[in-house]
């Protein structure tokens, strides 16, 4: 079946489960993707996101990748040797976080989800600073503040209303509309949150109070086990033109193309013109976290398809084959990346372990007294296995 | 200044009045609160006054409103939403539980969640479904929150300044039906703190017995003290104010006198924060209590039609009777 | 601003808030706005929805809301005489609610918000069955399984999702796709309800399921006093595009055109191309409830204008000026509101009053005995009154 | 049938497959339930053998997953909900308050809602936040709901059978930590019913304390009281299983024997279905208890990072120090 035609409808099709699961698929690859660089290393024009970039700038890109793919590998290792109770791998994700990451100014604020690895290091959040959560010691440790990167959210969607309240804070201080120095908010969450009432509240909230704020939508093609079409029949750009803001997709394993287009939502809100959407089409591959197994549920084809997408590998065929770096340069970057894999799995092993007091410890900026109590009653009680009284 | 008589929904609008005025921060933000006022004109004229920037006609949704709060605050805005009616709290569960009351834990003291939820509350206004809600226990049970009920138009007027001042999320409940209840306010006296129960009515060396309420349950229970005195049976009462953290130090000290307590609430008694005061008086005073700690609640039980609520909630007769039960022992 | 262009962009403007609204005000009779009976009682053409409908019917639509307003009229009277607690006035939605209703066939189920008494009649709910709610004595009397019309809900959109699910067992019971015979869901609720999350998952959920629900959303421009700015920036019907189902705009005080829509949409269902969403732009011409007063928040223009659109007048014009029913029809009529109106104010007068058992009546279909001793308990206690035992 | 030792996962993926086969009308939903059978896997090959019509992967949204629950139940259907964990629970809050509570007595029992909400609960996991909350209580709090909770492979399989067959609402708490623990299933010896406290350590006359746990914890105390029966002491043990409504009447018989009573729960003690608990044993107890009831709970405090956890959650040495404080009255 094709479009309904008629005048007081909007419906583009298709309609059966059958063809909206192939239009999917399709999709994913079609002509409303923005790309630049192509699988192959190719750069392409594209009408309206096209991107001057030197030399140096690609190179900084891919040494950004080239790092937090290593450090999402030792993390990952880590928690095999029993280091870290859980990770959650950012593998397959570094274009769009990467790109998506440098796009932002250093006034800006990011809200991640529980898997932008890529997007604290681009905010200056060390690895070993996102350690504590995985390793259970704490539920986030870097400043949320200083780094203009809040604290991973873990309640899927949650974070899309507060980066919206954040906007709409940046908008009644009156920081959009200075030029460069405006700011703007950027919401990361997935295909699976894309289905929660919170995700929707968020789009409702930021297009009705014009809030600079780019909710940036990775899709990775999976929620744990869930594949894209029990989230949704059409690609998820399209759900801000309901609302009546720009959705816009782009091909998240292309670095230059997340940037470009990334950089000019956040424009777009620094001007006023938010909220704006942008699906980032990309690939999630390795498991959920290491505590699913996806085997049970995905075929290893698909892996091996988007393998050849990679977003790394087309980067480093684009420098080689223009000729924009030399054997020095991937030398070195293999040198800082065995330099920063060894520093994680140091710190790691070397991480405090909080005691007792942690339970009751900032829980209110103003603690009531019960709880002063309670605190030290445990902390009597607790002592006194030490002294031997048990 | 001299005292001027006000309804407790006046208190809490010069209170709000008074909180937009000290701090420019401060922002008023729900369904209706705008041109309309909010459906009970508890912030009846701030739009007018203080603009469409801090005083925000969201759209419907609670979720939503607790959500973008937690933003706002997060850029130093201190937000003070309303949500409707006590029933239309839920949609916002999941941001009060495991994000508004969380975010100043999980970050150690680098975030700050100066939110207030403002809850008009309770039954004994003939409403349809969903509007003569109790549930004040799920924030209760909830560590990472503070949780107070007004029970008077003096409180009203303080503690909603003293809760948006707070530095942590206050959930606010107002007691709906006592909105036109009239008191006397004279801003020269200095309030009690935000966290603490009173004595609102001393027994003296005569009384038999505690009675301990909030929110609209004080008035009855007033109510029900002068009836009983009448009847030469004295008793103290204590308005708790404050549900989360319960400040039980006046009660424990009541209870060592009286020798007994009844606690009374509209809400069901099943797994309630009177339930847990209950039982923590049991534990507290268990050689000074002279009879088992009664409850005088509503019945566990989906709150009824209109036509029955006046069955359904504690009154005058059923706190009479459970004073009597607990003279018998 | 203009649409903006880019291959890669779904976006068709307006941006700036100001534009915006001019917008909204500007759709709300706009091209995009399926009408077949004007409001000066003029049949008009349209490509999809034209409608073969006899004199009969008509008029049996104009009956049905000529009693349905007069109801209501009398309802809002009791309200004002103490003899209801409440009332939710449903003056100026007649045509989508009676368009709505009848196109509903006998297997289908409606999911109501709280204002749906013309949809109620429909369903033959007798408006009497709707009283208990708005005096205090029940929550819903009816009986929804052999109405197929459900109870009110209150919490808004929440009803939603329970549509949704309910479609979705209509579709597990292999009740679509067999003809007329087919069985569909149609769910009420307004543009202030558009804006909750549940309605969104209610979207996300009936197009991943395919369910056959018909989300007929009245857009009377107010949600008490948020007007339809608050909850978006362009129209709703919008929305559904996004999700990948067809959305569609219909007058909503034209009652030919919300049949038409709204036959095609639950045939579309019926037949498996679920789900379908119609707004209905129409006007809340009294006040939110007998609790509001809407003189506070917008002016008395705005109801005289929507006075000319008036949902009834335009079908008694044009029965009257094509020559489909005579004096002796409307005269008829009249006496039928008369007498339709002295039932429901004998009726209310004499309601019963419930007792304090009814507390505790039905609360599990297995009550446990905790819940008969606190009863007991309760009704002894009662009765001691009665006994002078206080 | 000769008796299987199985996990209570098992015990669980059993009990659903029964009952799946034998009521076509039971359908399985939730995130993840099919392919890949849960987080948990305790609905592992359910899709497999009963088809992508009854065992349905749904979007990611708990209030859809309720919501739409609640549409099929009207319809005739028995859905039981997977909540992956805990913490997720709360965006179905509203749905589960407002209207699986409350369709039956809405409707006065024209409809009802014979849905099961699956809730893996508590902590002891190593898991990150949101993964090991006790929220048990604010179902306890809400009429309309029955709320259970097993705490071995026998009670996992027969008890889930029973919740899915019964005709109100049911929200099943399975200790996740506890999901290894294996048992001796005799599928031909009748369960008890569902809503029934067990009495699962006599202590016989030499009984000095009745400990009440449920859940997680049952085994927690059962291993508590092993050592305290090497130290001499001998113990009552109380599986609730129901904990709306409490089945109280073993523990009142317990206590009038013992004359002493120990609460135990992971939850925060604060507004809690245990502190209720508690002060309906020191009311209906009030001249056996010969201490008053003490509590061990989780604190007041949001559930820490793993780490910490083993400081957070009761152990046998605070379940024990207890005794000991019980026994010095
Ligand atoms: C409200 C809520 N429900 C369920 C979960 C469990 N859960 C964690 S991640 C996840 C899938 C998220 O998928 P998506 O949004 O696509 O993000 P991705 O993991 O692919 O990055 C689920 C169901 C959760 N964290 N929060
Ligand atoms: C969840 C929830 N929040 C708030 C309310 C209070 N309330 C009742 S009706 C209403 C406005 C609804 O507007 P709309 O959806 O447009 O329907 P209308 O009343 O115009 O028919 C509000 C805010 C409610 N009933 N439920
Ligand atoms: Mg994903
Ligand atoms: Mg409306």
Partial sequence: ?390 | MTPQTITLAKGLNHGLRAAMEHDPKVIVMGEDVGKLGGVFRITDGLQKDFGEQRVLDTPLGESGIIGTAVGLALRGYRPVCEIQFDGFVFPAFDQIVTQLARFHYRSQGKLRMPVVVRVPYGGGIGAVEHHSESPESYFAHTPGLKVVSCANAVDAYWMIQQAIACDDPVIFFEPKRRYWEKASLDVAVAPPPLLRSRLVRPGGPAAVATVVAYGPMVRTVLDAAAVAEQDGTQLEVIDLRTLSPLDLAPVFDSVRRTGRLICVSEAPGEASLIGDLAARVSQECFYSLEAPVLRVTGFDTPYPPAKCEEDYLPDLDRILDAVDQVLRY
Same sequence: chains 1, 3.
Avoid at chain 1, 7 to 12: P, R, S
Avoid at chain 1, 119 to 128: E, I
Avoid at chain 1, 355 to 362: H, M, N, Q, V
């Fill in chain 1, 1 to 390: 079946m094709g479009p309904i035609v008629g005048a007081a409808m909007e419906f583009d099709g298709p309609h059966s489960p059958q063809q909206v699961i192939a239009g999917l698929r399709a999709t994913s690859e079609g002509e409303d993707l923005v790309q630049v660089l192509t699988p192959e290393g190719q750069r392409v024009a594209h009408p309206q996101f096209d991107l001057e970039i030197s030399a140096a700038e690609i190179q900084a890109l891919y040494r950004d990748m080239v790092l937090i793919r290593r450090a999402d590998r030792e993390a990952n290792a880590l928690q095999r040797q029993g280091q870290l109770g859980l990770w959650a791998p950012l593998l397959g994700q570094e274009a769009a976080q990467i790109g998506a990451g440098r796009a932002m100014a250093p006034q800006d604020m990011a809200f991640p989800s529980y898997r932008e690895h890529g997007v604290a290091w681009c905010r200056g959040v060390d690895p070993t600073e996102l350690f504590g959560i995985f390793r259970g010691i704490d539920q986030g440790s870097w400043d949320p503040v200083s780094t203009g990167f809040q604290l991973y959210s873990i309640v899927v969607g949650s974070q899309g209303l507060h980066a919206t309240g954040y906007a709409m804070g940046q908008r009644l201080d009156g920081k959009i509309g200075n030029g460069e120095t405006s700011e703007a908010t950027i919401c990361f969450f997935g295909d699976g949150a894309s289905s929660q009432g919170d995700v929707h509240e968020a789009f409702v909230w930021a297009s009705v109070y014009d809030a600079p704020v780019v909710f940036f939508c990775q899709n990775n093609q999976w929620a744990i086990s869930a594949s894209l079409d029990r989230q949704t029949r059409v690609p998820l750009y399209r759900r801000a033109r309901g609302y009546g803001f720009p959705g816009i997709r782009v091909d998240g394993n292309d670095v230059l193309a997340v940037l470009s287009v990334t950089r000019w939502a956040l424009r777009e809100c620094r001007t006023g013109n938010g909220p704006v959407l942008i699906e980032a089409c990309t690939y999630r591959m390795d498991a959920h976290t290491t505590s699913d197994d996806p085997t049970r549920y995905r075929l290893a084809d698909e892996l091996e398809e988007w393998k050849l997408k990679d977003p790394l590998e087309r980067v480093r065929v684009h420098l080689v084959r223009e000729g924009l770096a030399g054997p020095e340069f991937f030398d070195g970057l293999a040198t800082e990346a065995d330099e920063l894999a060894r520093r994680l799995r140091e710190y790691c092993t070397s991480m405090p372990v909080p005691g007792p007091e942690r339970i009751f410890s900032k829980i209110y900026a103003e603690p009531p007294p019960s709880l002063a109590a309670a605190r030290a009653d445990y902390l009597a009680y607790h002592a006194s296995f030490a002294e031997g009284e048990h």
